[in-house]
């Protein structure tokens, strides 16, 4: 084997493998993918836009504080992002958490909506109070949450050719190691779920070799200390409850089916794409909703390294993003650009001879 | 985006916990995890929600993989396994002490 690629599937992972220089760590011949692990980049624009417009009309719009800045592909009003529709004299509310939404919609009473952006890991914060019951009648949810696995499969069958998978570890909090089974059987590759700290990448690196040198292909955890077999048993009742799975647009990649969630017909009332006829698009009806340029799709499926696309450092920086990948601290673009990707992890190892 | 933290819980009430994150930052969060939590617990904390507790004895778990990892790169680097095993399970009692068995 020449070379070993491993793909990662955590916008975190990927984070701490640029900012600790794990991979001058690692031995030439293995390469770390960043693979889609970030649900910022890659929520679509017309969510950005009709979120931009709906404040701008004055309807109070909440979101995370990685969602605020990032950018539209055609300017909604003169507003490229949620930050600048504030600018304009929008409403728009960054929140902590959906909790704390719901408390400020129920003192403001009036209609809002809040950019339901998140992987597995944020969606109990949203289907708990909505199978609960605690969500105001005023707020309205406007889903864009999408699924791990069916997207790592996606992007392991585009790129192809990986030999191993770390899987993301609190996604799989929620999920369990389980989830990832599937597709260590379908691509034959191991996968370890790991934990978050330098070390924890590390040992789930060398798990990853060892299966390889064995001929094995199993899913290990090496994060035990947060992550089970079955995943979190509550969490996914009440998911299950809300939400039920839908083909779904990937923001510069197109639609991966069934890797959506919208609420379910019961829950209707406080869906944002109901309330304010938002269509989804299909396979057939999609169009490519990056800024002309920009290459974050192929960045986010791990097709190319961010150093490839030639608006990278040039007309998009961290102070000033152009895509989606630059805009979420943990976007691939934005971490290579704020800790150097290789090229300064590796002359720091050079001088200290960790290589050689 | 799917960072989570760790925090003490310092109040419970059904759904509703409040958790000290350390710092002076206390925090209400909502409370999804399958085992029942305490005051004094530590959970793992992402966008104001409670995904998991934590404990030390799964913890404590996690070095029985560490384990075989360390074991397998050592006789990777040609040492015999039962002696990759004896030094390996000597600096894990170092580290660990009585904590962990075996």
């Not at chain 1, 020449?2 to 293995?30: A, K, Q």
Request: net charge negative; hydrophobic share 40%.
């Amino acid at each position: 084997m020449d070379r070993i690629r491993i793909m990662n599937f955590c916008g975190t992972h990927e984070w701490t493998t640029t900012h600790y220089g794990i991979r001058s760590l690692l031995p030439r011949n293995v390469d770390m993918i960043s693979g889609p692990g970030c649900p910022v980049c890659v929520t679509p624009a017309n969510y950005v836009d009709i979120c931009i417009r709906l404040a701008l009309e004055g309807m109070r719009v909440y979101s995370y504080g990685d969602a605020f800045r990032l950018p539209n592909t055609t300017a909604v009003s003169n507003a490229r992002s949620l930050e600048e529709a504030k600018a304009l004299g929008g409403d728009v509310k960054v929140v902590y958490s959906f909790l704390d939404a719901i408390k400020d919609a129920r003192e403001y009473g009036k209609d809002c909506v809040f950019l339901g952006i998140g992987f597995e890991t944020t969606t109990p914060s949203y289907s708990e109070p909505l199978a609960h019951d605690m969500v105001p009648d005023n707020l309205y949810f406007l889903s864009a949450l999408r699924l791990t696995p069916p997207a790592a499969s996606f992007a392991l069958e585009k790129v192809g050719g990986v030999d191993g998978i770390i899987a993301p570890g609190h996604v799989s909090v929620i999920t369990g190691a389980s989830a990832w089974a599937p597709i260590a059987e379908k691509f034959k590759t191991p996968a370890v779920v790991s934990g978050f700290e330098p070390l924890d990448l590390l040992i789930s690196v060398a798990g990853v070799l060892n299966q390889i040198s064995r001929g094995e292909h199993k899913v290990e955890i090496e994060y035990r200390r947060a992550v089970g077999w079955e995943g979190n048993s509550l969490a996914r009742a009440s998911i299950a409850k809300v939400f039920e799975e839908a083909d779904a647009a990937w923001r510069g990649i197109g639609v991966i089916p069934a890797s959506g969630l919208e609420p379910r017909k019961k829950y209707a009332s406080h869906d944002a794409k109901l309330r304010f006829g938002i269509r989804d698009p299909t396979k057939k009806t999609w169009t490519e909703d990056l800024p002309e340029g920009c290459r974050c799709g192929e960045v986010t499926l791990g097709l190319i390294k961010p150093t490839d696309c030639p608006l990278f450092l040039v007309a998009c920086t961290a102070d000033k993003p152009y895509g989606p990948c630059m805009v979420s601290s943990e976007g691939t673009c934005a971490v290579w650009a704020r800790y150097g990707g290789g090229g300064l992890a590796d002359k720091v190892a050079a001088e200290t001879e960790v290589k050689r | 985006m799917c960072w989570a933290v760790p925090a003490r819980v310092i109040e419970i009430n059904d759904l509703i916990a409040k958790v000290d994150f350390g710092g002076g930052t206390v925090r209400e969060i909502l409370a999804v995890t399958p085992e029942e939590l305490s005051v004094g617990d530590y959970v793992l904390v992402h966008a104001g929600t409670a995904i998991t507790k934590l404990s030390e004895q799964e913890f404590l778990e996690s070095f029985s993989y560490y384990r075989d990892i360390a074991v397998q790169l050592e006789v990777d680097a040609g040492v015999s396994k039962r002696k990759a095993e004896r030094e390996v399970d000597r600096s894990l009692k170092d580290l660990l002490g009585d904590r962990i068995r075996g």
